[in-house]
C-alpha cells in the first residue's frame, strides 16, 4: 500500500466570517461577563492563586470574578508558538497561527468491529489498533482521545492504561482528555517523563499535552482544574474545551454562544498563567446547538461550521492556538450526512487557520469509533487541504506557451509541462472513481469498502515502534503506584 | 558511442516521454549503422515495456504513458520506413484501424487510445475525425487490420458505429476484423446491442481488450 505524501496545511484562501468590530464586540463583551458575572472554579486551590492574584472570590458558589486587566495580563503571557512533540521527532508539530494539524477524536465507547462489522463495546486493544491506522494515515498529526475508552480496564486505572495503549499504537503526539484529577496527572505525567527522558526532558519535547472540558456556561469541572495545573507546574500544553450548546447552555444566538465560548475557554487561561506564566495553553471549542426536538447534542450542522470558523477568528485575535471540534458528525453509520458534515467541518477551520481539528474517525457525536470513518475523514482532509493551497498564478502556471503551442483541439497530455506539475492534481485513495465496468466487476465495491480493506491492510502490516522493554516495566510500576493509591 | 550506450539512451527517453530525442536518437542508430529493428526492439520497445509496468504499478501516470508512447512513435516514423525498404518487419501485437464516427469531431479519448495502443506493441492507423462509413470499410479492405476502432462521443453519432458494422457486413468483410467501441455514451449494452466484438470505457482497458482479441 501506498503513502500519500502530505504536507501540515497553510491555508492561503482568504475568508472571513466575523468583522474585525465583531470579534472586539465579542471579546468586550467577554471581558465584561468575567469581571461582572465572574466564572465557577470548583477548586479551592484553583480559587486560592484567583484570590491571591486579584480576582474576587465567593467561596461559597465558587465564583471568581476576573478582573480585565488580569485576563489581558494573562493572554499576552501566554505563548502563540510551541511545540506538541511526538515519540519520535519526525512526528513533532509546531502550533502557530498559519499551520492546521489534523488530530483523532476521543473518547468512544462503542466500535465498528473491524472484522465483523458489529457495534461492540471498546477495548484497550482498540485503542492501540485505532492509533496504528491513524499513525499510518499522513494526514493524521497526533492522538486527541484516547480514540476509544479501554472499558476493559478497571475505571480507577483506565487514563493510564489508555495513555500506554495509545503508545503502543502510535509515535505521535497525545492528547489526553481522561485525565482528571490532580493524582491522575501526576501519574500520567510521571508516564511522559519515563518516556522522555525526564521532567525537565519532558517540558522540553511534551509528548503529551492534556485536554479538559469546560462546565459550560461560566464554569469549570474541579478536577480538570487540579489536573490542568500540574501541567501548568510541569509546564506542560493544556487546552480548555467549551462546548456551549445555543438554547441550553448557551444563549439561542450564535453571537451570545461565541461569548460563552470565549469566557469558557479565556478563563482557565489566566489561571494556568497565574500558576506558571508563559505555560502554553490553547484554546477549545466544539460550540453548537441544541436539536430542537431532543434537545440533544448535535453534532454537526451548519451552527457548527459557523461557530467553529468564527471561533477561529477570535483566537486570532488573542494569538492562542485553537483546538478546533471538527468532524465528529451525528451520523451513525458513514454515509452521506457524515460527509456533508465533516466536509463543512474540515474546510471552515482549515480555512480561518486554525492550529488544530479534532478529531477523525467517529460517529454518532463522538461515540461510536469507525476504522473506515477514520481513513475517509483523512481523505476528505486531504481534499481541504488541496482547496486551501489556492490557485498559483505566475508564468509558470499560466502556461501561455504550452496553450500556444498545443493550439485548437490539440491536448496537453504529452507536454512536459503537465509531467511537471501533474503530481500537484489531488489523488484519491478510497474515494472512487473506477470506471463503471471495473465498479461492477469489485462486487460494486465503494470508498467504504475500500477503506475496510485498507484499514484491515494497515493494521495487519504496519509496525510501529514498540515502546522500549523498560518503559514498559516502568509503567508497570506507575500504574501499579495508582491502582494502590486510588483503587 | 557503443550500442548498450545508445540503446540504454533510447529506453530512458521513452521512459522520460523525450519526444524529440526519440527522434534524434533514430537518427543516430540509423547513421551508425545500426539496424532499424534491433534499435526498435533492444532499445525503445524495452522503455516503453518499462512504462507499462510502472503504469500497472502504480507508479506512473497516463500522461507520462502518452508522453512515452508520442517518443515512440516519433522513432517509429523515422525507423519503420528503413525497414520497409529492407523489407524487414518489426512484431506488432496487431493492426489497429481507428477512427471518431461521422459528425463527431471528439479525438482526445480516441487518441490516447491510439496511442497507448501504440505503446503496447499494436501497428495503429489513425484515421482522425468525422470519419464517413466508407472511409471505415475502404480501410479495412486495404490494410486489413486485426481490430477497428469506432468512437463516438455523442448519442447522435453513436448509430454511425451500427451503420459501420451492417457496411462491413454487406460487404462481407465483417468476419475478416473485430470492431471494438468506445467514447462517453457507449456502454457494454450498446456493443451487444448492435453487435460489435467489444468495449472498453478507457485507454488503459481498451488496450486489454485488444490484447485478449489477438491474443
Not at chain 1, 320 to 347: H, R, Y
Request: hydrophobic residues 45%; negative net charge.
Amino acid at each position: 500500500m501506498r503513502k500519500r505524501k502530505f504536507e501540515p496545511v497553510r491555508s492561503l484562501l482568504e475568508f472571513r466570517v466575523l468583522s474585525e468590530r465583531d470579534i472586539l464586540k465579542v471579546h468586550e463583551a467577554a471581558l465584561e461577563v468575567m469581571e461582572e458575572t465572574g466564572v465557577r472554579f470548583p477548586s479551592h486551590k484553583a480559587l486560592d492563586v484567583l484570590e491571591e492574584a486579584g480576582c474576587r472570590v465567593n467561596r461559597e458558589a465558587m465564583v471568581a470574578r476576573l478582573p480585565a486587566r488580569l485576563v489581558m495580563e494573562a493572554l499576552r503571557q501566554a505563548p502563540s508558538r510551541y511545540l506538541l512533540a511526538g515519540r519520535e521527532p519526525k512526528d513533532d508539530m509546531w502550533i502557530d497561527d498559519k499551520t492546521s494539524y489534523l488530530s483523532t477524536d476521543g473518547c468512544c465507547v462503542d466500535i465498528y468491529d473491524i472484522h465483523s462489522g458489529e457495534l461492540r463495546r471498546t477495548t484497550r486493544q482498540d485503542i492501540t489498533d485505532a492509533c496504528k491506522v491513524a499513525d499510518f494515515l499522513p494526514e493524521i498529526s497526533y492522538i486527541w482521545g484516547p480514540p476509544v475508552s479501554a472499558q476493559d480496564v478497571p475505571a480507577v486505572i483506565r487514563p493510564l492504561h489508555e495513555i500506554e495503549a495509545s503508545m503502543e499504537g502510535t509515535t505521535m503526539h497525545i492528547q489526553p482528555e481522561t485525565v482528571i484529577s490532580e493524582k491522575m496527572a501526576r501519574y500520567a505525567l510521571e508516564m511522559g517523563a519515563v518516556v522522555a527522558g525526564g521532567r525537565e526532558a519532558l517540558r522540553r519535547r511534551p509528548l503529551f499535552s492534556y485536554m479538559q472540558c469546560a462546565m459550560d456556561p461560566l464554569g469549570q469541572d474541579g478536577g480538570s482544574l487540579e489536573a490542568s495545573m500540574v501541567a501548568a507546574e510541569w509546564g506542560i500544553p493544556t487546552g480548555f474545551m467549551p462546548m456551549p450548546m445555543s438554547c441550553a447552555t448557551a444563549p439561542a444566538t450564535l453571537a451570545g454562544n461565541l461569548v460563552v465560548t470565549t469566557v469558557d475557554a479565556v478563563s482557565p487561561l489566566v489561571l494556568m498563567q497565574l500558576i506558571n506564566p508563559g505555560t502554553p495553553v490553547y484554546f477549545a471549542a466544539a460550540p453548537t446547538a441544541i436539536d430542537l426536538q431532543t434537545g440533544g447534542y448535535t453534532g454537526g450542522g451548519p451552527e457548527d461550521f459557523l461557530l467553529a470558523a468564527a471561533f477561529g477568528e477570535i483566537c486570532h485575535f488573542y494569538r492562542i492556538p485553537l483546538a478546533m471540534g471538527a468532524f465528529a458528525t451525528g451520523a451513525k453509520e458513514p454515509d452521506w450526512q457524515a460527509a456533508v458534515d465533516n466536509c463543512f467541518a474540515a474546510l471552515m477551520p482549515v480555512l480561518t487557520r486554525t492550529a488544530i481539528l479534532n478529531g477523525a474517525g467517529t460517529l454518532n457525536g463522538s461515540k461510536i469509533f469507525s476504522f473506515q470513518e477514520l481513513i475517509m475523514d483523512a481523505e476528505i482532509y486531504s481534499m481541504v487541504a488541496k482547496v486551501a493551497g489556492g490557485i498559483e498564478v505566475n508564468d509558470e502556471t499560466l502556461a501561455l506557451d504550452i496553450i500556444k503551442k498545443v493550439g485548437p483541439g490539440g491536448n496537453s497530455l504529452a507536454e512536459k509541462h503537465t509531467r511537471r506539475h501533474m503530481k500537484k492534481i489531488w489523488q484519491p485513495t478510497v474515494y472512487d472513481r473506477k470506471p463503471y465496468g471495473a465498479w461492477l466487476e469489485s462486487g460494486k465495491q465503494g470508498a467504504y469498502e475500500d477503506a475496510t480493506e485498507k484499514a484491515r491492510w494497515i493494521l495487519q502490516n504496519h509496525e510501529v515502534k514498540p515502546l522500549d522493554p523498560r518503559v514498559k516495566e516502568e509503567f508497570a510500576r506507575i500504574i501499579k503506584a495508582a491502582e494502590k493509591e486510588l483503587g | 558511442m557503443d550500442k548498450e550506450q545508445i540503446f540504454r539512451e533510447m529506453k530512458n527517453c521513452v521512459l522520460e516521454g523525450e519526444i524529440e530525442l526519440a527522434g534524434e536518437l533514430a537518427e543516430k542508430a540509423v547513421e551508425l549503422g545500426i539496424h532499424p529493428l534491433e534499435a526498435i526492439e533492444e532499445g525503445f520497445t524495452a522503455g516503453i515495456n518499462e512504462v507499462g509496468e510502472r503504469f500497472e504499478e502504480g507508479d506512473m501516470f497516463l500522461p507520462e504513458l502518452v508522453a512515452a508512447a508520442e517518443a515512440m512513435k516519433a522513432a517509429l516514423a523515422i525507423l519503420e520506413p528503413l525497414l520497409l525498404e529492407q523489407q524487414a518487419k518489426r512484431k506488432i501485437m496487431g493492426r489497429v484501424v481507428i477512427g471518431t464516427m461521422l459528425h463527431d469531431i471528439h479525438d482526445i479519448g480516441k487518441d490516447m487510445v491510439a496511442s497507448m495502443l501504440t505503446a503496447a506493441g499494436f501497428e495503429v492507423h489513425n484515421l482522425g475525425v468525422n470519419v464517413p462509413t466508407d472511409t471505415f470499410v475502404d480501410k479495412v479492405r486495404e490494410l486489413k487490420p486485426h481490430i477497428l476502432g469506432l468512437s463516438a462521443l455523442l448519442t447522435t453519432t453513436m448509430p454511425e458505429q451500427e451503420a459501420v458494422i451492417k457496411a462491413l457486413e454487406k460487404e462481407g468483410l465483417r468476419q475478416e476484423v473485430k470492431v471494438v467501441v468506445g467514447g462517453a455514451p457507449v456502454n457494454q449494452g450498446w456493443a451487444d446491442t448492435i453487435g460489435a466484438d467489444g468495449f472498453a470505457e478507457n485507454a488503459i482497458d481498451a488496450v486489454k481488450l485488444a490484447r485478449g482479441l489477438v491474443g
